[in-house]
């Protein structure tokens, strides 16, 4: 099992910036992808980003080049850097814990809010 802890919603205004932490504690494997997906009442919910455990990052066309990710390994950590908000970016954002080596998991956090007024 494998225990997720987001950090760092709040409300923001537009053009502003937030640091969302994830922190996963339990069982947790060598070879994970790691990543954010956000939900609002009017989507389904969406990637944001993710990180693999060899580099490589996705990342939601809507976002690309205001939001970074990075992991720390040491700290069983993953943080989601936004930059220059817009209220678009609204939403319950989720921490997400995914592996399919030895065996298929996926874990979820309890989500935290980001909210970004206009």
């Known amino acids: 099992q494998v225990h997720l802890v987001e950090s760092g919603g709040g409300l923001v205004q537009a053009g502003g910036s937030l640091r969302l932490s994830c922190v996963a504690s339990g069982s947790i494997g060598s070879i994970v992808r790691m990543g954010w997906f956000r939900q609002s009442p009017a989507k389904q919910r969406e990637l944001v980003a993710t990180l693999a455990a060899g580099g490589v990052a996705n990342f939601h066309d809507s976002v690309k080049g205001r939001f970074t990710i990075s992991r720390d390994d040491a700290k069983n950590t993953v943080y989601l850097q936004m930059n220059s908000l817009i209220p678009e970016d609204t939403a319950v954002y989720f921490c997400?814990?995914?592996?399919?080596?030895?065996?298929?998991?996926?874990?979820w956090g309890q989500g935290t809010q980001v909210t970004v007024s206009a």
């Open positions: 997400n814990y995914f592996e399919q080596f030895p065996h298929w998991r996926e874990y």
